[in-house]
């Protein structure tokens, strides 16, 4: 969902360099398959935004959490140098066997690293690699999976990333309930954000591109 009215949303989208046509594909492809959960590809604008802040901050290791059909990984994995490397977690094999053919038809399926499985545990076993040295740290952490755990993603990312590393995270908006609550889901958003916005461990700011999205850096 855009936060900001569609006519500007289109325009914006205008203004913007054009993506490949492979990104028109992909979301032919999604909205076919997953026509009531579409709307969880970040689309055009938000794509461009995160493969410009990768190449603008020499990204050469990504994490992605939350793979869905590829839109994002794709996008990040275009926009990484010939050496670099994604690694993308998602629970879904239906959905991300459909990633797995776009990057395959780009070009980058080298450039990334597909795990399957639930996202916490499997996140677990990457700080463990971190902290015993057989995985490096990450340059940039891209958080859109479960929402009810974005603290501990959150706090994940930080131990994942090396210093000055970035954090992006997804929906932060939450289609405007974060301005007038219903549930607890907005509630737990609003308390996200809340909290990490008072955390001295990053600097960080909020943009309402599509459906919002955080930028912070780790100090």
């Known amino acids: 969902m855009e936060i900001t009215p569609k006519p500007i949303h289109d325009y914006c989208v205008k203004g913007s360099s054009p993506g490949a046509e492979i990104f028109d594909e992909i979301t032919k492809l999604t909205l076919e398959r997953f026509p009531n959960v579409a709307h969880m590809m970040v689309g055009r604008l938000e794509g461009a935004f995160l493969s410009l802040v990768a190449k603008l901050s020499g990204a050469n290791r990504i994490l992605e959490l939350g793979t869905f059909t590829g839109y994002s990984s794709t996008a990040f994995a275009l926009g990484l140098p010939a050496d670099g490397k994604i690694t993308t977690l998602d629970r879904d094999p239906v959905a991300t066997s459909i990633a797995k053919t776009f990057w395959e038809k780009t070009g980058v399926a080298e450039r990334v690293e597909l795990i399957l499985g639930d996202a916490r545990s499997n996140i ?30 959150f706090e994940s990312a930080l131990k994942l990333l090396k210093p000055h590393g970035l954090i992006l995270i997804d929906n932060v908006l939450w289609s405007g309930y974060v301005l007038h609550p219903e549930d607890e889901s907005d509630r737990t958003m609003i308390v996200f954000n809340e909290t990490i916005q008072k955390d001295p461990r990053v600097e960080l700011v909020m943009l309402p591109i599509r459906d919002g999205i955080t930028l912070a850096r780790k100090r």
């Open 124 to 153: 677990k076993t990457l700080i463990g690699e971190i902290e015993d040295r057989t995985r490096m740290p990450y340059d940039l952490v891209f958080i859109d999976v479960d929402k009810a755990n974005y603290l501990f993603y």
